[in-house]
């Protein structure tokens, strides 16, 4: 059984019947936490934090009783007259205030001559290959993109939320801000956040996808049908392995893989010495390889070097290295890799051909 006296905030919020009593989607869940509120009142300080951390990170949105309750009573008001909330007249509130939904956007277009826009995005930065830039953005966060990265604003940014989507690599700096939680959109999935520092890989290409929390705390949630979602601690790291499926070959002949996340692991950075993480190391201008094979090598210097790599004979790309490299040139790099692993290499213009 579960001590959850034991339990400090990040617990709590990772806990799937606090989540639901939060939510206010099960009632027994609401009933077992109120019960255990009064049978631990020592705790309560510690329940009030997780559940502002909660509607913070769910977006504020109000639990679904509390949001019942508001609309039964507007309708009472209404008419002027007390009434009875039933399971039948439960039912008909919700059949009403969805048909109302329903009809929004029908009035909109007739009485008002047009649909009312939603919310994009705008792409506001892009990176090419070699390339990597500091962003500050109109909140105070900063935003360091990495190589052939892109990173777009909502058009609405800073106003009433903060929401960006991402394709590559960045790192992190959010501005605390609670009234305006920070999302962060990617293939896989999603990250909310209030105020703290987290790097996120998430290359259309790459075999996995991941994002990296170094101080703080955000809340995961994947993409799919599972759409498991995970709160993570700092030093932790979460990596999800795509399952790689047949590419797609578009109208304009272009080729477009397609993958799904098939595998989710959950671990820490790594640390490379007392002072410095792996995972980071690109932000000080630095390439870590740690035990990764010739063909996961290739991507990184790729979008260093912007160079093309190709193998002539597929053994290569299950070579192995463990190397450090800072301010060296694609030479240096390929000359050093030489020293671990016997290959050979010809550089003509961007185009690096690798063969035994």
Known sequence: MIDRSLFNVEDFLIDNTFQAYCAGTDQSCVEYWENWLKANPDQQAVIFEAKRLYLILSGHKKPLNSQL?????????????????????????????IALLLCMPYFLENKLGKVMPHTGFKTSFTTKAGERKRILLSDGSVVLLNAKSS????????DREREVKLIGEAY???????????KVITEDFDIKVLGTTFNVKAY???????????????????KGTKRSSITLRPSQKVVFHREV???????????????????ISINHYTKVNDTSIAEMAWTENRIEILDQNFDEVKSVLERWYDVQIQFSDEDLKDYRFTATFHNENIKQVLNALQKASHFKYEIEGKKIIISK
């Open 245 to 263: 499926l047949p590419e797609i070959i578009k109208k304009d002949g272009s080729k477009l893989p397609t993958h799904v996340s098939s595998e």
């Open 151 to 158: 990173l777009a604003l909502s058009e609405s940014f800073n």
């Open 172 to 182: 992190f700096d959010v501005n605390h801000n609670k009234e305006k939680p920070f």
């Open 204 to 222: 259309p290409n790459d075999p996995t996808s991941e994002a990296t929390l170094i101080n703080g705390l955000i809340h995961m949630e994947g």
């Open 69 to 97: 309750s508001v609309f039964k009573n507007s309708i009472e008001k209404r008419m002027k007259k007390p009434v009875a909330f039933t399971k039948t007249k439960h039912v008909w509130y919700i059949a009403a205030a």
